[in-house]
């Protein structure tokens, strides 16, 4: 199993033992470092970047958010409301497929509603007023995924409409045309995808006045290709007269937070096993979904491995091997790095497992706050 690279960052200094744990702690310096890099990019290239909240939604941030971004996107009515009550500037909406029920309150927060297919937009087109921008999603049938399973381009995808069969009157009443190929990947897959479609498209650049490129670029990561994406963003304004979206979510919150764990029990079978309580399942699902390897804060290069599982009865909750900073006994704690993106959004109570606590922490201040504590009601509360 890969393990997904990490920066330490401040976080190597940080004392696991302030928070209580399991816990989640971002650090909104690095948070402010990103958002700096993507509003550079967004200066630079005229670009308008929004904030993908199906990745990164916590909305304590949100101010911090409003001031690097031109607003966010969401990924059906629960995250629009969200966007509606604390976040800044636009709002565009997509989902794979939306509800009648939902439609009028989308379309009155909205700035862009985004479809899926054009029979979503023609079914629909009753809610539709002047106030909203309306948008498709493109299958640009052009894989640059690396993992098939998070490829939106795969065979068979559900995720936009095949542009091999786009049609003139697919674009009546939309204004713009958006696609996401992307992945945690840097700007040459983009180039490749934008080469692939751009011959398919261009005969409605005329009647459009947006181009969404969705999500999945690294732009904050060390390595990204920034003046080219610039110089990329350029032309293709230059080219098309099109204002030019872009939606990250990863790279927004990339390396700005960890997961505190602690071990509750090692034994011997075959190998040192531990039992956090962590849970993949629970608190890091990408883990088993992906799969991956989180980063270890500390992790030792060499000696004895330690295989890391949760507190649940699903057999499967392992998260990985790993040579622990610390000595193998009950209490001790470690943390995982990079997890403030997709885990946070993605925890879930199964098999009563508590939830992690949430901490914003200023690396440069050492300011440290509690922002949601949760008690067993988060469980109880579900299931009612």
Known sequence: METKAGDPGAFAHFDLHRVPSPAF???EAALRRNLAILADVKARSGAKILCAMKA???????PVIGEYLDG?????????????????????TYCAGYKEADMAEIVEISDHVIFNSPSQHTRFAAFLNDSVDVGLRLNPEHAEGEVAKYDPCSPGSRLGFPVSQLKPEHLEGVSGLHFHTLCEQDFEPLKRTWEALKPQIAPYFGQLRWLNFGGGHHITRADYQRDDLVAFIQQVRAETGLDVYLEPGEAIALDTGILIGELLDVFENGLPVGITDISAT?????????PYRPAMLGELQDGPAVRL?????????????????VAAEAGA?????????YSMVKTNTFNGVPLPSIWLWNSETDALECVRAFDWTEFRDRLS
């Not at 966010?72 to 565009?92: H, N, P, Q, T």
């Not at 629970?282 to 992906?290: L, N, Q, R, T, Y």
């Not at 507190?311 to 622990?324: E, K, T, V």
């Open 25 to 27: 702690v971002v650090d």
């Open 56 to 62: 990164f939604s916590m909305w304590k941030v949100a």
């Open 72 to 92: 966010v996107c969401s990924s059906g009515l629960w995250e629009s409301r969200l966007a509606r009550d604390y976040y800044k500037g636009e709002i565009a």
């Open 282 to 290: 629970c608190h890091m699902p990408d883990v088993i979904e992906a």
């Open 309 to 325: 599982g949760g507190p649940s009865c699903l057999a499967g909750d392992i998260i990985g091997d790993y040579r622990l900073p």
């Open 333 to 341: 704690r470690f943390a995982f790095l990079d997890q403030a993106h």
